[in-house]
C-alpha cells in the first residue's frame, strides 16, 4: 500500500491553488470559509485567482505555485481549487523531492486525476473529492463527508444497482475521470492497473465517446487485470441511449464481459451534489451481491 500523509488537525494549514483551469473567485473563497470555519488555517497561492485564457495562469505560475506547494515544509494539505484543464501541461516539470520529506494531502478530481497519479507514483495516498470551488454546491451531507475525511473520518462507502456483477476483491484503489485516465496512457504518469480495483466517473460526453474511451482501455490491456471496477456518476451526458443504443452501465459491461472481476455501479461520486472523498492508492475490499455494492477501507 502507498503511504498515508498525516490527516489533519484543528490548526493544520491548507494551501490552496490552481494548477489547472481558471476558477469561480466566489466560489473558492466560499470555499476558503468553509475549511476555516471548521478550523483549519488556509494560505492561498499567489496566482490562484489570475487567468490566462481557459487557463489559472500561465503555465509558468502554475508550476510555481503548485512546486512551492509541494515543498512546503509545514502544510499538510494541497487543495486543488479547479480542474477543467491544464495539469498534464505542468505535470512532468514537477520535482517530489521535497514532498517525500514533508507528505501532504493532494486534494482534487476531474482534471487532478493526473496530480493524484503523480502522488501515487511517488509512493502516497491522496484524496480523490471535491475541487475547492464545488465545496460550496455539495449537498449538505457531503460537505461534512468531505470535511470528516480530511481528519481521517472514513467509512464504508454503499451503492446499489440493478446492473451490478457479483463478486468480492481486493486491491488498491486507483482511478478518476475516465478522460483524464486514458489521457494518461503511454505518458509519464501512466499506472499499472493490473491487481487494482479501478473507479471511473465522467460528466458532459456523448455516450459514443464513452464507449470510445473503454474501449481505448481494453485495447491497451488496462481492463483484463483488473481486480475489480467501481463506477460513479456519470452526469451531463449529451446523448441518450434512444440515440446510440446502449446506456453507460451497458457499455461498461459489454467491454468487460470477457472478465470475471466484480463491478458495482451507481457509487456516489462524480460531477454532482454527491461526492464522496475516496482515498486514492489506499487499499479496499470490494464487496457486491446482487443490487448492493460496498468498497470498504483496510486501513
Same mark, same amino acid.
Given at each position: ?5 498525516? #490527516? ?24 476558503? *470559509? ?40 509545514? *502544510? ?47 509512493? #502516497? ?33 454503499? *451503492? ?43 460528466? *458532459? ?95
Amino acid at each position: 500500500m502507498n503511504n498515508l500523509p498525516p #490527516f489533519l488537525k484543528k490548526g493544520d494549514l491548507i494551501l490552496v491553488l490552481s494548477p489547472s483551469g481558471v476558477v469561480d473567485k466566489d466560489l473558492v473563497i466560499d470555499g476558503i *470559509a468553509i475549511l476555516k470555519d471548521v478550523g483549519y488555517k488556509v494560505e492561498v497561492s499567489p496566482n490562484t485567482f489570475n487567468a490566462h485564457f481557459k487557463f489559472g495562469a500561465t503555465h509558468q505560475q502554475r508550476i510555481s505555485d503548485l512546486q512551492f506547494a509541494l515543498d512546503h515544509k509545514e *502544510a499538510k494539505a494541497i487543495y486543488c481549487a479547479r480542474g477543467g484543464f491544464g495539469i498534464t501541461h505542468i505535470i512532468d516539470a514537477l520535482d517530489w523531492t521535497q514532498f517525500k520529506r514533508n507528505p501532504k494531502w493532494v486534494i482534487g478530481f476531474s482534471d487532478i486525476t493526473a496530480l493524484l497519479h503523480a502522488a501515487f507514483q511517488n509512493g #502516497f495516498c491522496s484524496l480523490h473529492t471535491s475541487v475547492l470551488q464545488g465545496l460550496p454546491k455539495l449537498s449538505g451531507d457531503y460537505k461534512s463527508k468531505l470535511i470528516e475525511s480530511l481528519s481521517g473520518n472514513i467509512s464504508t462507502i454503499k *451503492a446499489t444497482s440493478t446492473f451490478n456483477k457479483g463478486g468480492t476483491a481486493e486491491g488498491q484503489l486507483i482511478g478518476g475521470n475516465l478522460s483524464l485516465l486514458v489521457h494518461q496512457i503511454g505518458t509519464q504518469t501512466e499506472l499499472d492497473y493490473d491487481g487494482k480495483i479501478l473507479f471511473i466517473e465522467e460528466v *458532459a460526453e456523448p455516450l459514443y465517446n464513452i464507449d470510445r474511451m473503454l474501449l481505448q482501455l481494453k485495447r491497451a490491456g488496462k481492463l483484463k487485470d483488473l481486480a475489480g471496477l467501481v463506477v460513479g456518476q456519470f452526469t451531463n451526458l449529451t446523448e441518450d441511449k434512444s440515440i446510440y443504443g446502449q446506456s453507460v452501465e451497458e457499455i461498461i459491461l459489454a467491454h468487460c464481459e470477457d472478465y470475471d472481476f466484480p463491478i458495482g455501479f451507481n457509487f456516489p461520486f462524480g460531477h454532482g451534489m454527491e461526492n464522496v472523498a475516496l482515498v486514492h492508492g489506499v487499499e479496499v475490499e470490494l464487496f457486491i451481491e446482487d443490487d448492493v455494492a460496498e468498497l470498504k477501507y483496510l486501513l
